[in-house]
């Protein structure tokens, strides 16, 4: 009986001491993990403020003039905003902001200029990546103004509505429907104007004239910004985004392993084949969530393994 308490006592205390190391184990991950995401998100980070960022997609001036006029419109309005030109700008970055306005035009295509490819694509990339998932743009609340021309047919303003689609797919808050301005209609300054005032007024927590928007910070589901385009539209931009990308923009092979390039870390694919860097397979955002995935899929092997190792020390 004596032997049989004893024997009990110390399996008791072999499993205690096997749960005990499981979740010492579990609070090491958990600081890892901590201290990786403190890297990945620091509160203070010089590339991202507590500034929206206005970015301009422009090869001839159209978008970045409707751009600095919007800013000037937002700061007068105690709006505070960067101007940014998307080839300054590292995409991953995006994940920490939560203003995002765009003014995008589109050129031959349906691609945006060259300067803006490596941006364009890592949308792209990272929208069509399972492992990216649709949480990493989810703090981040957008807008996207069009510059293009009609007479392109389905390629009409295809950029804006790319960049809209994607970052709606990577969990952003779109505040306003795509505007897509025709800068052969005439009437470019004119509708862009109204639809930089709906959009103080969304940001002000204001209400906009035509009543679709009438509480603060509105947010438009997926559909509701295709104006004249359907979802078929958008994937096929998707396509011709990634066929005929410009400037940076060649996927290869390696880039469908590890999609979601970094510009600190990856390739830099010149038109002309250069390369300029190591491609990194695996960038940060889904390093941290396949980490996270083998731990807890190694967590109850590495318990049983423990309760083994006690059984055989008895
Ligand atoms: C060669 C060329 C190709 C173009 N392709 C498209 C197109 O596919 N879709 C579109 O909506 N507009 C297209 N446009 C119209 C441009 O978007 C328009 O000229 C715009 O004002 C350019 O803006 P940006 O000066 O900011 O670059 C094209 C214009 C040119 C000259």
């Known amino acids: 009986m004596r032997l049989f308490e004893a024997y009990n006592s110390h399996s008791a205390r072999l499993t205690l001491l096997a749960l005990l190391s499981a979740s010492t184990l579990y609070c090491f991950y958990k600081s890892l993990r901590l201290k990786r995401h403190a890297l990945l998100f620091p509160t203070t980070n010089p590339n991202s ?23 000037r419109l937002l700061t007068s309005c105690d709006l505070s905003f960067d101007l940014v030109h998307p080839k300054d700008y590292e995409p991953e970055d995006l994940s920490k902001e939560t203003l995002v306005l765009i003014v995008a035009s589109t050129w031959e295509d349906g691609n945006p200029p060259p300067d803006a490819g490596f941006f364009s694509n890592w949308l792209a990339e990272s929208a069509d990546d399972f492992r990216v998932g649709s949480m990493l743009l989810s703090r981040c609340k957008f807008a996207v103004f069009g510059v293009g021309s009609r007479s392109y047919g389905a390629a009409f303003n295809a950029v804006a509505r790319g960049f809209s689609k994607r970052m709606r797919k990577l969990g952003g808050l779109q505040v306003l429907p795509v505007e897509e301005g025709d800068v052969d209609a005439g009437d470019l300054d004119e509708v862009f104007d109204v639809w930089s005032r709906k959009l103080i007024s969304v940001l002000k927590g204001g209400s906009v004239e035509n009543g679709v928007f009438d509480g603060s910070m509105a947010v438009v589901e997926s559909d509701a910004e295709t104006i004249d385009g359907s979802e078929e539209d958008y994937d096929d931009d998707d396509d011709a985004d990634r066929e005929n990308g410009a400037e ?50 190694s967590l109850p092997s590495l318990v049983a393994e423990i309760g083994k190792w006690a059984r055989d020390l008895e």
């Open 49 to 71: 403020s507590s500034k929206g960022k206005l970015f301009f997609v422009s090869q001839t001036g159209t978008s970045e003039i409707l751009a600095r006029r919007l800013l």
């Open 248 to 297: 940076g923009s060649i996927v290869d092979l390696e880039d469908i392993a590890g999609k979601g390039p970094s510009r600190k870390t990856k390739t830099m694919t010149t038109s002309s084949g250069t390369i300029n860097g190591e491609k990194e397979m695996v960038t940060p955002v889904i390093r941290a969530s396949l980490e996270k995935q083998v731990f807890l899929f």
